[in-house]
């Protein structure tokens, strides 16, 4: 079982957790912000069609999602965590500033897929080593990390997006490329500060029975929880596919004498994350104190409820404006409401995924929820195939329809994942997931 080494805190919490949570941060800035300029560029650059430029993202942000599966058994059984860290990282890197050419497009779409299967799993599976056993501040931690995501998904499209769309795709790229090596540097830089990675053998020893507690109810749910999650991702990616060509030709970007550059509105997801963030473990906290907080599977439900109602909200305007173009609040306002619902599944299901892993397993049980991802990316793709004919109106109530189906899901699953909670670590998983 990996043990930290005894260290003062920065900001209430163990010093390793700012080199996670940085290091996160600049590996999601280089991938989100080659993804702001990916279908701009297939579309304008490359010239492919909407429906062929949809269907390669899709497979793309599907692969990125489905080699963590393979990386995560790599990274348990013969990389450990931090080589596969700095390996994948460097891999990533690579192909980052193979995107400068058009003719190795393909080979560098692979080469970051290659690197994130490593990097993906391996990195947060590490936070849990942190802290000792019964440490109130564990539960929090993921909280943390989430918002580390959130900030390099800000900066992403305000850099990588602005650079390729005023100056050039390339320039975007290479920002992308530079984003992760800097979060190599700070990994490598703060490894002391890291959890000291124990043996197979004494992790086999370290976690004995215990990991075999509640095993097979774990797993059943988990893999339950994990197809819903599919579901709602099929509905909830479109917001780097089709909402970002929706962006380019279905809203008035004027603002002034300003026109507001297509990659920006991609930036108020992860900024309302970080801004409601606080709000929402606020109000959980206090809902915990009174004994009336939702368990994990309620919350996500109630998350992908709301996203379906985001979708609703522009469908409706689609249909009213279906002439001209809607005024880019509208947009504004689907984004808010859609971050509201993310962070009452995303951050929640990660969580609920790395607490109650097995410590033998930790990176390939992360790796179980990133396989989520895959899957709804990959449906995410196909769907976005009918935007062309559908058109908005239409296809924003079908995504709608797809997120509320995987709510009703959801709320299904709650008794089963809060017995599964419960059995799994009395006492501390509700108030763990108050925090997430």
């Not at 304008?44 to 429906?51: A, H, N, Y």
């Not at 947060?124 to 109130?136: A, F, H, I, N, T």
């Not at 189906?405 to 670590?425: H, K």
């Amino acid at each position: 079982m990996s043990t930290a080494p005894a260290q003062r805190d920065w900001f209430g919490q163990p010093r390793g957790l700012t080199i996670l949570f940085l290091t996160q941060m600049w590996e999601i800035f280089s991938y989100y912000g080659m993804r702001a300029l990916l279908v701009y560029y297939m579309t304008k650059q490359l010239l492919m069609g909407q429906q062929q430029a949809s269907l390669v993202y899709g497979l793309y942000a599907a692969t990125v999602y489905f080699t963590p599966i393979l990386g995560g058994v790599v990274s348990d059984r013969w990389l450990g965590r931090r080589r596969a860290v700095i390996i994948g990282g460097a891999i990533m890197a690579v192909g980052h500033f193979l995107m400068a050419s058009e003719s190795l497009f393909y080979l560098a779409l692979a080469s970051i897929a290659l690197g994130n299967g490593l990097f993906l799993p391996s990195l947060p599976s590490q936070v849990d080593g942190l802290y000792r056993r019964g440490d109130p501040r564990r539960g929090s931690a993921y909280n943390i990390y989430y918002v580390g995501i959130n900030l390099g998904g800000l900066l992403a499209p305000l850099v990588c997006g602005t650079l390729g769309e005023l100056y050039g795709w390339h320039y975007g790229f290479g920002a992308a490329g530079i984003g992760m090596l800097l979060g190599l540097a700070v990994y490598v830089s703060g490894g002391r500060y890291l959890p000291v990675e124990a043996s197979r053998r004494e992790a086999v020893v370290a976690t004995g029975e215990a990991d075999d507690t509640g095993l097979a109810l774990r797993l059943r749910v988990l893999f339950a929880i994990g197809l819903c999650v599919m579901l709602f991702r099929g509905a909830y990616e479109q917001i780097g596919n089709t909402i970002a060509l929706w962006a380019d030709t279905g809203i008035d970007r004027s603002l002034g004498a300003l026109t507001i550059p297509m990659t920006w509105f991609q930036a108020l997801n992860p900024l309302l994350v970080i801004v409601l963030t606080p709000v929402l473990v606020a109000h959980w906290s206090r809902r915990a104190a009174h004994g009336r907080e939702p368990g994990s599977a309620r919350k996500m439900a109630l998350g992908a409820g709301g996203v379906a109602l985001a979708y609703l909200l522009l469908a409706a305007v689609s249909a009213g404006t279906a002439a001209g173009q809607a005024s880019w609040m509208w947009l504004a306002l689907f984004f808010l409401v859609l971050t509201v619902g993310e962070l009452f599944i995303l951050p929640v299901g990660l969580g609920l995924f790395a607490r109650l892993a097995p410590s033998k397993h930790r990176a390939t049980t992360v790796a179980a929820w990133f396989f989520a991802a895959f899957g709804g990316n990959l449906l995410a793709g196909l769907l976005g195939m009918a935007w062309s004919r559908l058109g908005p109106a239409a296809f924003f109530a079908l995504m709608a329809a797809v997120a509320g189906s995987a709510g009703v899901l959801l709320a299904l699953l709650d008794r089963p994942a809060r017995r599964m909670e419960a059995e799994a670590r009395p006492g501390e998983a509700a108030a763990a997931a108050a925090r997430i």
